[in-house]
C-alpha cells in the first residue's frame, strides 16, 4: 500500500453457501477485467429467504486497485 | 421485491459454529410463526468468550416478510 | 454482564481461511495476556488480495473484559 | 405527543408513482391493523429498475403508535 | 446471553422527571404483554418544552426478549 | 460556490401536500429574513398521522448561505 | 408540531449535578432570548474530571423552536 | 437478485421540478451506456437556490446492475 | 486541553441506581490505575431487565487522559 | 470549557491554499461578529476542481462560543 | 453545479509530504482519464508508519464529474 | 499488513501549526513507548480558539501496531 494511486470499487457477489464464497465470487468476478486488485472491505451482508431457508447470500464490497502508471 | 408492503423485524440468532449458522437460527426461528419471509441484512455480529475460547456466536438480523393482502 | 467495570480494546486477526478463523486469532491471541475477556464486537471485515484470489481475512473487533476488583 | 408509550414499527411501502404514494401506502396497509398510529419517519428510499426505467419506488419508514392505556 | 433467539423491538416512554425514569415506564409497559424481556439499549433522549422549561422527556428504548423454545 | 464564507442553519418546513412543498416552505420562510441563500439539503424526513392518514409531512433542510462581505 | 416553521440550534449547558440539570441549564439559558422552544433532543453527553471524579456533565442539545408567522 | 455479480455505481440527477425527476434523470443518463441496471437507493438529496426559490433539485442515487455472464 | 498528548481508552461502568452513578463508577475504577484522567463521553447505555424491571444500567464512556511527559 | 452555556454554528470557509487555512478563513468571519468563539470541529473538506487542479478547498467547520451570562 | 448528471468516484491518492499533496495526486491521476472533474470530498485519511515516523499519507476522495450530454 | 494480529489504540496530538503536525506529534509521543506502528487513520479535527485566532490544532488518531509472537 505504498506510493500509488487506488480506485475503489463497490461490487455484490452472491452464493447458496455463505459469506466468505459471496465475496470470493465478487472477487474473482472483478478479476476478470481488473488486474490490480489489492484489498477488499465488506460493507453489507444480505441474502435472500424462500420457504422459510436462506436461499442466496449477497455480500457487498469496496474493492481497490492500484491505477497503473 | 414488487408491489407489496413489507414489514422488518430485528433478531438475533445464536451459535457455537460461526456467523452463517447464528443467521440460519434466526431464519428458522423466525418462519416458525412468520410464513412470508423474504429478506434479511446482517447489523451486528458479537460473540461471548469464556476461558480465552468463543462459546457463542450471536447475529443480528433484521428480516423483511410480505404483509399479505 | 453483571456489576462490573469492563474495558474495551480493539484489535484485529488475520487469517488465509476465512472470517470466523480471523476473529478466533484476535480473540486467542488477546487472550494470552487478558485473562477475563467476556464478549466481542465485529467492527470490521477487510482483506488482501493478490492474483486475483483473497490471501488473507482481516477482521477487526473490539474486545470486553473485566476489570478485577 | 405527550404522556405515553409509543412503538416504533418499521414497513416498506411500494408504488409506481413515487416517494409520497409509497409511504401513504405504507401508513395505509399499517393502519388496517394499528388504530393509534402517530408519525412516521422515512429511513431508505430505494426502487427497481426495469429496462432503463423506474419500475417500483420502495420507501421504508419507521411508524409511531401509542400503547393503549 | 446464552444459546437463545431474541426479538428486538423499539419502544418510547415518557417522564416529567427524567431519563431513567422515561426508560422505567417504557421497561414497565413492554413487560405487560411480554414475559421474557432481558436487556435495553438507549437510541434517543428527546422532550418537549413549554413556556421555556421541560414538560416530558421522552426515551426511546430497544428491548430484547428471549423467544421461547 | 467560490470564494466565500457559507454559514448553514437548519429548518424544518411542513406540508399537507409533500416533501418538495415542505422543503419550498422551509426555504421561503428563511428567505424572509436571509438573502443570499445559496444551497439546501435534506436531513430528515418525517411527518403526522391521523385516523390512519398522513396530515403533515415535516421535512428538515440545512440551507446554506453567503456570510457577505 | 402542525403547520409551521421550525428552526434547530445547538446549544452546550453544563451541571456539576447530572444529565439532567445540564439539559434544563441549556433550555433555560436559550429561554431568555427565544420565547418558542419546543423540543429537544440530546446530541452528546460528555463532561470533564479532575483528581479522578467528574467536575462537569456537559450535553449539547439540538433545541427546536417555532419560527413566528 | 438472484445468483449474479452486481456492481454499483453512483450518479447525481437535477431537475427543476422534484426529487422524483431528479432520480429518473440520473437513472435514463446511466441506462444509456449501462444495459443491465436493476436497482437504486437515494443517498442524498440537495439543491440549489436563487433569489429565495430552489432552482435546481440535485439528488445522487447509487445505481446497480447485473455484470454480465 | 492545551499543549499536549492525549489518549482515550473505553471503560463500561454499571450502577443500580441509573446512569449518572454508572458513568462514575467507570471513572473511579480506571482512576484507580490512571492519574491524568481529563475527559469523558458517554458512548453506549444500555442494561439489564429482569422480572420486568431494570437491574442494572450499563454505560459505557471513552476516557481521555494525558500521556505525561 | 467550565461552567457556561455554549451554543454551536456551522460556517464553511474556503481558501486556494489548503484546508488550514480554510478553516482560518471561516473562524476569521465568524469572529468579526461573535467575540466569544471557544473551539471548532472540521466537519466536512470538499473542493472544486477545474482544468484538473483543485481551485478552492472548502472545510465547514462547528463553531463553539460562550453564551455571556 | 447546474442542469447536468454527474458521476461520482472514489479514489486514494498517496504522498510523503501530507494531506494536500495527496489530494493534489488523486486528482491528478484521475485526470489523466477523466476531463469533467468537477468537485471533490475528502472521506478518509489514513497512512503509513515506518520506525515511528509517517512514511505515507494516503487520502481517500470521492470525485464527482459531468457526463457529457 | 500480513499474517499477523493488530492493536489499535487511539491518541490525540496537538499542534500550533496545523493537522500534519498534531498528527505526527501523536505518533511521535506514542513511538516512545510502542515499537511496532504500523498505520493511523485521523477520526477527528478539533481546536481551540483564543481572541478570534486558532491556537492549537488537536488530531485525533487511531494507531495499529502489530503485536509481537
Same mark, same amino acid.
Given at each position: 500500500?505504498? !506510493?500509488?494511486?487506488?480506485? $475503489? ?6 452464493? $447458496? ?19 490490480? %486488485?489489492? #484489498?477488499?472491505?465488506?460493507? !453489507? $451482508?444480505?441474502?435472500?429467504?424462500? !420457504?422459510?431457508?436462506?436461499?442466496? #447470500?449477497?455480500?457487498?464490497?469496496? %474493492?481497490?486497485? $492500484? %491505477?497503473?502508471?
Amino acid at each position: 500500500m505504498g !506510493d500509488h494511486v487506488y480506485k $475503489t470499487i463497490e461490487v455484490t457477489g452472491s452464493s $447458496t453457501e455463505g459469506i466468505e464464497a459471496a465475496v470470493r465470487r465478487a472477487v474473482s468476478k472483478a478479476s476478470e477485467t481488473i488486474r490490480q %486488485l489489492r #484489498w477488499f472491505e465488506v460493507v !453489507d $451482508t444480505r441474502g435472500h429467504i424462500e !420457504d422459510g431457508a436462506i436461499k442466496h #447470500w449477497q455480500v457487498t464490497v469496496k %474493492l481497490g486497485f $492500484t %491505477l497503473e502508471e
